[in-house]
């Protein structure tokens, strides 16, 4: 995604830092009465190749600068080649990873319940979609990983693996460990 999205991510996580204050951990009401949490919050990042956006209920960010936490995450990449539509369940969490020096973003982590669903954006055909417990997204590989009894379905077709790996820069799906595959007519 390039150093302007973890650059912005950056700047937005930082005011979300500036915004909770240091010392002790609040408590979620306290944080609620002094209005310190970011909620229904949308970030949207762009890259040459790539949009993304990124959407959920509430996040925090830690004290020490490298890691947030977001409840109820969705993910939209969108490039000229497709759509990738990334959502989570109704208890769904999600991690943002920052390097240390830089603050770009490094990975985003999302669980529970995920659903993943790739479109072609001239005829918004459905190409593929997935569901997983576990999703990573790595920024500097561009792909996503799927954990959990992850399965892919293309068509009537269903693929399951241990692991399924998706690269944006490919448009690529990898399976690995424990390969299922069921063909339907």
């Given at each position: 995604m390039g150093k302007n999205a973890g650059k912005i991510i950056a700047i937005a996580l930082t005011l979300l830092v500036i915004l909770s204050g240091c010392g002790r951990k609040k408590s979620p009401?306290?944080?609620?009465?002094?209005?310190?949490?970011?909620?229904?919050?949308?970030?949207?990042?762009?890259?040459?190749?790539?949009?993304?956006?990124?959407?959920?209920?509430?996040?925090?960010?830690?004290?020490?600068?490298?890691?947030?936490?977001?409840?109820k995450p969705a993910i939209e990449i969108k490039s000229r080649n497709f759509i990738v539509e990334i959502k989570t369940g109704a208890r769904g969490t999600g991690e943002i990873f920052l390097d240390p020096e830089t603050?770009?973003?490094?990975?985003?982590?999302?669980?529970?319940?995920?659903?993943?669903?790739q479109r072609i954006p001239e005829t918004n055909q459905i190409n593929f979609s997935a569901t997983c417990e576990r999703l990573t997204y790595l920024e500097k590989e561009g792909t996503i990983i799927m954990d959990g009894s992850p399965v892919v379905t293309q068509g009537t077709n269903?693929?399951?693996?241990?692991?399924?790996?998706?690269?944006?820069?490919?448009?690529?799906?990898?399976?690995?460990?424990?390969?299922?595959?069921?063909?339907?007519?």
């Open positions: 009401e306290e944080m609620r009465e002094t209005g310190q949490v970011l909620k229904n919050f949308t970030m949207q990042f762009f890259d040459t190749s790539f949009s993304i956006t990124l959407t959920g209920l509430a996040a925090e960010k830690n004290s020490a600068n490298t890691q947030a936490t977001v409840s603050q770009d973003v490094t990975k985003i982590v999302i669980q529970n319940s995920v659903s993943i669903i269903q693929y399951g693996a241990d692991r399924i790996t998706y690269s944006f820069k490919e448009n690529k799906l990898k399976f690995d460990g424990n390969v299922k595959v069921r063909f339907n007519k």
